[in-house]
């Protein structure tokens, strides 16, 4: 069974930090892209962060970069994002999904370009 499980979420003062983890279990980690998306209430979800298993590359949103950084650790099968300098509009149920496609699109946050999904973590940041 797949399955991808966020953690780590929580409530922080503005300017604090939190780091959420994402463990996989049911696939093959290293052949998929994981990202970290986010949804505050009433908006459109949207992408945070993502890292390519294969090579390690990352891509950020420019709403985050600077302040978040995105990992991996191999011999977990789990995914790492550290934020930093947080900022109560990162406010959000932050969701992490894996998908295999080679499309650009992943690293555009396609959201039908990943296969799985998450429950998601809150974060919430306070004022």
């Known amino acids: 069974e797949v399955q991808l499980v966020e953690s780590g979420g929580g409530l922080v003062q503005a300017g604090g930090s939190l780091r959420l983890s994402c463990a996989a279990s049911g696939f093959t980690f290293d052949d998929y892209t994981i990202g970290w998306f986010r949804q505050a209430p009433g908006k459109e979800r949207e992408g945070v962060s993502c890292?390519?298993?294969?090579?390690?590359?990352?891509y950020h949103a420019d709403s985050v970069t600077g302040r978040f950084t995105i990992s991996s650790d191999n011999t977990k099968n789990t995914v790492y994002l550290q934020m930093n300098s947080l900022k109560p509009e990162d406010t959000a149920v932050y969701y992490c999904?894996?998908?295999?496609?080679?499309?650009?699109?992943?690293?555009?946050?396609?959201?039908?370009?990943?296969?799985?999904w998450g429950q998601g973590t809150q974060v919430t940041v306070s004022s």
């Open positions: 890292i390519k298993r294969s090579d390690g590359s990352t």
């Open positions: 999904a894996a998908s295999r496609s080679g499309s650009y699109l992943v690293f555009r946050f396609a959201a039908d370009e990943y296969d799985y």
